[in-house]
């Protein structure tokens, strides 16, 4: 059946290191792949998207290509700041209606 | 817009107590979730409503649960008779119809039964 694997963390980098945090998918079709993010004490927020292969989702530094042959989302980032820390969630939406969360992964910036 | 908003933030409540949340969409979307989170996990679907129809429930929702959206507007989750095991995050969202179109979350009710 449809599944996502995303990195297990916590995670936790220097200000200025270069961050990936790995998501996979396993699927019939070919979903749309979203990323969200949840900083402390606040809501779900999505921070990027892609909707068919090679597209490249951005957002606030943030990159992530839907890679059809490596059925693969991951999420990058160049250049890292302590506000950047928060739980990450690869959510794919596999055409049923509705988003399939990864397990999420806990990222800690230090300054 | 002021986004989806859940009510109440936080609930307490004794086992064997049922308890109701409601969650305001964003007033043009058609589409509106309940997702639950248990701590250190993913947010994991438990229904959606189309408008006012319930289109599909989760195994997760188990007969003590029951999910209404009457007017196609706000959204209620009930649980009847809670368990320690219910507690967790119950996450409200909303969206219009498509794979691709994203989905809006409210900050969630955190329910604690004792």
């Known amino acids: 059946g449809d599944s996502v694997t995303q990195m297990e963390g916590p995670v936790t980098l220097s200000e200025e290191a270069f961050l990936t945090i790995n998501c996979t998918y396993t699927a019939t079709g070919y979903p749309s792949l979203f990323w969200y993010v949840q900083y402390p004490g606040e809501g779900l927020q999505l921070l990027l998207k892609a909707t068919k292969a090679d597209d490249k989702g951005s957002n606030k530094g943030f990159e992530a290509t839907y890679r059809k042959e490596t059925t693969s989302f991951h999420l990058e980032k160049g250049s890292v700041q302590v506000s950047d820390s928060a739980v990450y969630f690869c959510a794919p939406n596999f055409g049923n209606e509705k988003l399939t969360f990864g397990t999420g992964t806990r990222l800690t910036i230090i300054p | 817009d002021t986004g989806v908003s859940q009510d109440p933030r936080h609930k307490i409540t004794k086992r064997g107590q049922n308890v109701t949340f409601r969650c305001d969409p964003i007033?043009?979307?058609?589409?509106l979730y309940w997702y639950r989170q248990t701590l250190g996990q993913g947010p994991e679907f438990l229904t959606y409503?189309?408008?006012?129809?319930?289109?599909?429930k989760s195994r997760l929702l188990s007969d003590r649960f029951s999910a209404e959206r009457p007017k196609g507007s706000f959204s209620t989750l009930e649980i009847q008779r809670t368990e320690q095991g219910d507690s967790a995050m119950y996450l409200c969202?909303?969206?219009?119809?498509?794979?691709?179109?994203?989905?809006?979350f409210g900050q969630g009710t955190r329910l604690t039964v004792v």
């Open positions: 969202a909303s969206s219009f119809v498509g794979m691709g179109t994203e989905a809006f």
């Open positions: 409503f189309q408008n006012e129809a319930q289109l599909e």
């Open positions: 007033s043009e979307h058609n589409r």
